[in-house]
């Protein structure tokens, strides 16, 4: 197996621990910014300590090019904004659902690959985008709604637009990590990675901690309170994000997300074992659909 798939694999799994852990934070103590905030909290210093291990291992590669500052800082805000998304997404649909209207992140990666990267798809991919289109508009349906609520408010409705949202957003994070990543000058992926990682944790716990300290005061004392949670969402954060920055590096960023997919398995059993939802016909139909224009996408690429 290649090694960008098993980083992926890995990623995708250490992701949807993290939405769980977040999921229960927003549940029970935190605020949208304060749950999003409390990855980046804990997870900037321990991808700086990484880094530094590696550099003292490998030694430090040279100092990146202006594309990767600017690449690394617009993929960072993207990040904020769609954990956001997601996170408030959760209050609104089950789990299970929120994760799977964020996968449309593959879809919307490519398109976006394709205009800032150059990294073109074939027919056979475009075909796959539109079956995943269809799984979205079966999944923006509400599992229950109000006798004769017109069909154009069940589909575009607020769920739908934040599940959405939160895809453009993650497409635009991923596009800026392999842009900035390939602008670290090193034929190491994983120093690479650990490079732009660290960069754009730190820019990304700076800005929240401004945001909070502006709109929501004592929010970060919260976080802070709740270190026995939001300590480890930061650990399985930089664990997750260096995997994926090393997936970003060795691979095209749609190819990636296309095989991070596999997040919705982990999803199923955690919506099942660990919050105890049920997902209804409707919603199980939209998610398979979805899932395979993943796999066609994922087939037509190679």
Known sequence: ?????????????????????????????LSTAGATFARFVWGAPLAALMLAGLVLWKGAPPLPTAEFWWMGV??????????????????MRAFTVGITLKKTETIQTAALGFVVLGETVSGAALAAILLGVLGVIVLSDPPTPQPGTPWRRRIFNRGAGLGLASGALFAVSATGYRGASLAVASDDAILRAAVTLAYVTATQAVLMALWLAWRERGEIARVLAAWRVTALVGLVSALGSLCWFTAFTLERAALVKAVGQVELVFTFLASWLVFRERSTGREIAGILLVVASVLWLLAATH
Request: net charge positive.
């Open 1 to 29: 197996m290649a090694p960008w798939v098993i980083a992926t694999i890995a990623a995708a799994f250490l992701q949807n621990l993290r939405f769980m852990l977040q999921k229960h934070l927003r549940a029970t103590r």
């Open 74 to 91: 617009a993929g960072g805000i993207a990040q904020i904004l769609a954990t956001m998304c997601v996170v408030a997404l959760f209050q």
